[in-house]
């Protein structure tokens, strides 16, 4: 039995808002799916601040890391 599960990558999907808990996209979308698995699955996310500063660009967050409770990464 899994107690603890841990997901961390470049996922590459800036469109995604999980602060605001939102998706800019429509409903079929691949980031819209995403984030629809992850709410189904109870992953948090646990990146709260940019992680990708290019120039000429909006800084984004792509980086995510994902666990299946929300006290088992603090920094």
């Known amino acids: 039995m899994i107690t603890h599960l841990l997901i961390m990558g470049d996922f590459n999907l800036p469109e995604i808002d999980h602060a605001a808990y939102g998706v800019h996209g429509d409903d079929h979308s691949y980031q819209m799916r995403f984030f629809d698995l992850t709410q189904d699955l109870y ?33």
């Open 43 to 75: 992953l948090v996310q646990n990146v709260f601040e940019c992680t990708r500063y290019r120039d000429s660009q909006t800084p984004s967050k792509l980086d995510y890391i994902f666990t299946n409770d929300d006290n088992l990464v603090e920094e």
